[in-house]
């Protein structure tokens, strides 16, 4: 009878255990860098003896087994803040303003212990009370925000700004065409992208460089291929500049497209230009625009039919070169959702403009007609919208 009570006593523990440390692990999002190897080993220590294991990767079968803590920088200082699997929060702690000052040492202590008094006796100030000033502490908290979760791109171009270590983003445009990007680390970015018809395909790289607080520069590379047995090819190289914070900045670049088309023509080269820019509006809510300008050479054809004294008609065509200059941007509006500000919405328009540019002589004689590209300058402007999406693996 004794070994059967031990029995039932010891299978009582073990699920009482199993659910008081379902949640067993621990990531830290440090989007300050004020955390160095030396510290992690020791935060990780002072967890196992909470039966807490610190790690930087997630398994998303067990994601509730984990809670899911971040630093960031805001205006009154340092902000720790602890989630569950539901991205509920389970409070906040605000560290002051000189953490990136103090020893190693005492970064671990302040944050392991406020890391744990918040897991220990969580205060979930999100659902405590559905009064209208809750939601309007909310949305103070969030606009006094220092890190935007959207500032590495605008609609589709990159911004010299990077992912974090372990950040993905996912973008897409009318949902037909998808892009995912990844942060190797804190400086190195890569992703790749189709549309639905999974043509074509590409591979993308930027390397972000700090060079000032407000000041950043990226070098990247786009490469694309055509699938299904094409031969279309491409290749972007470029370089951007971005000055500003992260909710309000302005972005230059420029590249060198090569592309050779899918019927085996001529292969071309473009200098590209681009210029970039996003202004917050609102809590919420941003203006944002990308620009692009290509420049190109292309080999156009003119005809002239000419009739002679014995009343004969001489046809004739020719070929010459002229450069295709097209302005493209997207212009329009960015709603971050309120409940989850790691989901974006952009509304806006597309638009091209083609600029005409003059035959050479003597093919701009109206003895010879043309039907150049560039005969006309014409505007083409569209309704568009992309949805993104960060996840922090």
């Not at 659910?19 to 002072?46: C, G, H, M, W």
Request: hydrophobic share 35%; glycine share 6%.
């Amino acid at each position: 009878m004794k070994s059967i009570f031990k029995i039932f006593i010891c299978i009582f523990f073990f699920f009482i255990s199993s659910y008081a440390f379902a949640q067993n692990k621990i990531v830290i999002d440090d989007r300050t860098s004020i955390l160095n190897a030396q510290i992690e080993k020791q935060l990780q220590q002072k967890f196992l003896e909470k039966n807490l294991f610190l790690t930087n990767s997630v398994d998303f079968r067990e994601k509730c087994n984990y809670y899911f803590a971040s630093i960031t920088k805001e205006t009154k200082g340092y902000l720790f803040e602890v989630r569950d699997c539901d991205d509920r929060l389970l409070g906040s702690y605000f560290a002051g303003s000189n953490l990136g000052s103090i020893s190693d040492q005492e970064k671990e202590i302040i944050v392991f212990y406020n890391l744990w008094e918040i897991i220990e006796n969580p205060t979930y100030p999100e659902i405590k009370s559905e009064s209208k000033p809750t939601d309007v502490e909310d949305a103070e908290n969030y606009a006094n925000a220092v890190y935007s979760e959207h500032d590495s791109r605008y609609f589709f171009a990159p911004s010299a700004l990077p992912l974090k270590k372990g950040e993905l983003y996912y973008n897409s445009l009318y949902f037909l065409a998808h892009d995912i990007q990844y942060g190797i680390n804190d400086h190195l970015t890569v992703g790749m992208g189709t549309t639905i018809f999974g043509f074509p395909f590409y591979l993308t790289a930027k390397y972000s460089i700090p060079i000032q607080e407000n000041s950043h520069l990226a070098f990247g590379d786009l490469l694309m291929v055509g699938t299904y047995g094409t031969n279309f090819f491409g290749n972007l190289a470029f370089a951007t500049y971005t000055y500003g914070n992260s909710h309000n900045n302005i972005s230059i670049g420029a590249g060198h497209l090569y592309f050779s088309p899918e019927d085996g023509s001529e292969i071309s080269s473009s200098i590209v230009g681009n210029l970039s820019g996003i202004v917050r509006a609102g809590t919420y809510f941003y203006f944002l625009s990308e620009n692009y300008l290509f420049s190109f050479k292309a080999t156009e054809s003119a005809t002239r039919s000419t009739q002679l004294s014995d009343g004969t008609w001489l046809f004739e065509s020719a070929e010459y070169e002229t450069r295709r200059n097209i302005w493209y941007g997207l212009t329009g509006i960015r709603f971050v959702r309120k409940s989850n500000e790691l989901v974006s919405w952009q509304f806006g328009l597309t638009h091209m403009l083609f600029v005409s540019a003059k035959a050479p002589a003597p093919y701009d004689s109206p003895q010879w007609e043309t039907n150049s590209f560039n005969s006309e300058t014409r505007m083409i402007a569209f309704p568009t919208f992309s949805f993104t999406r960060k996840f922090k693996l």
